[in-house]
C-alpha cells in the first residue's frame, strides 16, 4: 500500500486544510470504482501499460483538476476506500456486489458514482442487484478489449439498470476525458 499523496487527492486536501479525512470526504462529489482485479493487470494500454497502470495515472490528472472532489475507492475480492488517491492493486477476483455494497454509505442526494472495469463480476446477478438499490445513477466506464464483449454488455447493463451512462474506453486510453465526459454531460 501506498502513502503517498495524490495531488488534490482527498488525503492531500485533508492535509493542506487540517481537516480529517471525515471531514474532507463530506465535499466529495463523485466516488470512483476502480477495479483493481487480476484482469486489470492486462498490459493493453497505451504504451504497453496496464489497464490499472493507465487508470492510476488518469485519475491522479483528475484530481489534480477536481482537487477534493475525487473518492477512490479500489476493490478485487476486497474493498478499500483510498483517502491518498490511488486505487490498492490487489489482483484475483471481482466482487463487485461487495464494492457496490461498502459505497453504498455514500449514496446521498446528488452523489455521483463512476465504476471502471473491465466488466466482469464474480457474482453477475448479485451485482445488479446491489446496483439497483442505489438512489443515485452509476455511470460506467469500460477499459477492457473490444473483441470480448461480455465485460462492456454486463457494464451496460448495470448502468442501464440505475439510469447511469455508459462510456466505452478503448484500453483505459482515454479514461481522463470518459470521466470528464460523464461529470459535464452527466
Not at 29 to 35: F, N
Amino acid at each position: 500500500m501506498t502513502n503517498t499523496l495524490i495531488k488534490g487527492s482527498i488525503g492531500a486536501i485533508a492535509q493542506q486544510t487540517n481537516k480529517s479525512i471525515a471531514e474532507t470526504f463530506v465535499n466529495a462529489d463523485v466516488v470512483v470504482l476502480v477495479d483493481t482485479s487480476g484482469s486489470m493487470d492486462s498490459h493493453d494500454s497505451r504504451c504497453g501499460l496496464s489497464r490499472y497502470e493507465t487508470a492510476c495515472f488518469e485519475l491522479e490528472s483528475i484530481q489534480n483538476d477536481l482537487p477534493g472532489k475525487i473518492a477512490v475507492l479500489s476493490f478485487s475480492y476486497d474493498v478499500m476506500f483510498n483517502p491518498e488517491g490511488k486505487p490498492f492493486n490487489y489482483g484475483g477476483g471481482t466482487d463487485l456486489a461487495k464494492a457496490l455494497q461498502f459505497a453504498r454509505v455514500a449514496d446521498v442526494p446528488g452523489m455521483r458514482f463512476i465504476l471502471i472495469s473491465d466488466g466482469e463480476p464474480d457474482d453477475e446477478d448479485r451485482a445488479l442487484q446491489t446496483a439497483r438499490l442505489y438512489q443515485n445513477k452509476i455511470d460506467v466506464i469500460y477499459v477492457g478489449p473490444e473483441d470480448r464483449p461480455y465485460g462492456r454488455d454486463f457494464l451496460q447493463r448495470l448502468a442501464k439498470a440505475t439510469g447511469g451512462k455508459t462510456v466505452t474506453v478503448d484500453r483505459a486510453k482515454e479514461l481522463k476525458t470518459g470521466i470528464e465526459t460523464l461529470l459535464l454531460h452527466g
